[in-house]
C-alpha cells in the first residue's frame, strides 16, 4: 500500500472517532495495516478516502481451520457520515470476504450499527473474555454455513489487538 493511502486511511479513523479515541485508533489503523494478512476496504468520495474498514486474522485456537477476521476499525470522515459510505465499505467488504472463502467475521462495536449487515451477538469468547461487560456488542458474522457453531474455545487476534483494554467494555455506552 503506497504511503499516501496509509496517511488517508489514518486520518479517516483520526477523525472519525474524535479527540478522545481518534488518536489511538489512528495509530492502531497504521499498526495494523503493516500486518501482511490484513484486509482494507475503503471507499472515496471527491477523489479523497471518505470511509475504511480493516479487517485482521482472528484465530479459534482449536478450530485453525475456520477461517475467521475480527473487524476493527471502522470510520467514516465526519463530513460524509450520514450519507452512505459506512454501508458501502460494509456491504463491499462482506463481498469480499465471502468471496476468499472466509467462514466468519467477528466485531466488538456498536450494538446498533453491525446487525444492519447480519452481525449478531455471539457467546464465543473474545481473546479477553472475561472484560466483556456489554455481551451485545461482541458480534459474529456467519458467512459459511454451519462454521459458527462448530467454534469453541480461546481465541488470538493478531498481537497489535492482544491488549486488555482493546476488550474492555466497562464503562462504555
Ligand atoms: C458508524 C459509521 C462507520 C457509519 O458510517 P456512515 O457513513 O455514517 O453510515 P451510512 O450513512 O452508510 O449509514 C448506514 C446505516 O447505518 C446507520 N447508522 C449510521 N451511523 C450509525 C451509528 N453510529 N449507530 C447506529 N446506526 C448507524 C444509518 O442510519 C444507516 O441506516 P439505514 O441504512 O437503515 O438508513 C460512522 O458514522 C462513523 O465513522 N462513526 C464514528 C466511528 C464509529 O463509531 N465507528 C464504529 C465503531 S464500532
Keep these: 500500500m503506497k504511503h499516501n493511502d496509509i496517511d488517508a486511511i489514518s486520518n479517516v479513523h483520526l477523525q472519525a472517532f474524535g479527540d478522545d479515541e481518534g488518536p489511538e485508533i489512528s495509530q492502531l489503523a497504521r499498526d495494523i495495516l503493516g500486518h501482511p494478512n ?5 471507499a472515496e468520495r471527491d477523489g479523497t478516502i471518505a470511509g475504511n474498514v480493516l479487517f485482521t486474522p482472528f484465530v479459534f485456537a482449536d478450530h485453525p481451520d475456520t477461517k475467521c477476521y475480527l473487524l476493527a476499525p471502522c470510520g467514516v470522515l465526519p463530513e460524509y457520515q450520514g450519507h452512505g459510505v459506512g454501508r458501502e465499505i460494509m456491504e463491499d467488504s462482506i463481498e469480499h470476504l465471502r468471496s476468499i472463502g472466509t467462514d466468519a467475521v467477528f466485531v466488538l462495536g456498536v450494538p446498533t450499527f453491525y446487525p444492519r449487515y447480519g452481525f449478531a451477538p455471539t457467546d464465543k469468547q473474545t481473546p479477553y473474555p472475561d472484560l466483556l461487560t456489554i455481551a451485545e456488542a461482541w458480534m459474529a458474522l456467519e458467512l459459511t454455513e454451519g462454521s459458527i457453531a462448530k467454534l469453541s ?10 491488549h486488555s483494554h482493546w476488550w474492555d467494555t466497562t464503562g462504555r455506552d
Excluded: V, Y
Design 153 to 162: 474455545g480461546p481465541t488470538l487476534a493478531i498481537p497489535q489487538f492482544m
Design 38 to 42: 490484513t484486509i482494507s476496504i475503503s
